[in-house]
């Protein structure tokens, strides 16, 4: 069973930094692009980060380029997002994903953790 | 960037109707479209990928369709487990971007 549990969301000041991890199990790790989408108290989901399974490339939405940083221990079955320079509008719950490979392209985010929630606040 | 957009918003509905979701992308993005189910408090779930397939284990109630910058989500025959907030996603390029959802209410 695919299971992923995310851990290190909390309360920060603006300005402050905070790393999210997401511990992954139940799959080939290795072989699979992860990727973080967040959601703000009451609003959608918004894409946030991407790292591919096999080069460790990675992708970032324009809002957090510069600020965030994805990575990943494929050893430890570990993702992470490494969150600098945090702004009140970053608050919200970020929840991790596997992407599932189409032929072409991704195809989809099939398993996502329960979500951690990161408030930034003075 | 591919901008997402939803019709309608919010959608209000009976158990047994039929009920349709559109997303239209600011660009032709192929097939490279995704729709998820999300429940207040939970997170999202994957319905369809590449416009038209059915995720495993999804009912087959829910059928996606669609190619370019016009897609539909339908849903034939509504039951109370569906209602919920619904979200398109392309996967065509760089950012994937949601679309802003659709509240599925009951009537």
């Known amino acids: 069973e695919v299971q992923l549990l995310e851990s290190g969301g909390g309360l920060v000041q603006p300005g402050g930094s905070l790393r999210l991890s997401c511990a992954a199990s139940g799959f080939t790790f290795s072989s699979y692009a992860m990727t973080w989408v967040r959601q703000a108290p009451g609003e959608g989901l918004e894409w946030v980060s991407l790292i591919s399974g096999s080069d460790g490339s990675t992708h970032y939405a324009d809002s957090v380029k510069g600020r965030f940083t994805i990575s990943r221990d494929n050893s430890k079955n570990t993702l992470y997002l490494q969150m600098n320079s945090l702004r009140a509008e970053d608050t919200a719950v970020y929840y991790c994903?596997?992407?599932?490979?189409?032929?072409?392209?991704?195809?989809?985010?099939?398993?996502w953790g329960q979500g951690t929630l990161v408030t930034v606040s003075s | 960037d591919i901008q997402l957009t939803q019709s309608p918003s919010f959608l209000s509905a009976s158990v047994g109707d039929r009920v349709a979701i559109t997303c239209r992308a600011s660009?032709?993005?192929?097939?490279?479209l995704a729709w998820y189910q999300q429940k207040p408090g939970k997170a999202p779930k994957l319905l369809i990928y590449t416009a038209s397939t059915l995720q495993s284990g999804v009912p087959s109630r829910f059928s996606g369709s669609g190619s370019g910058t016009e897609f539909t989500l339908t849903i034939s025959s509504l039951q109370p487990e569906d209602f919920a907030t619904y979200y398109c996603q392309h996967l065509n390029s760089y950012p994937y971007t949601f679309g802003q959802g659709t509240k599925l209410e009951i009537k």
């Open positions: 660009q032709g993005i192929s097939s490279y």
């Open positions: 994903a596997k992407v599932e490979m189409g032929l072409v392209t991704d195809a989809g985010f099939d398993y």
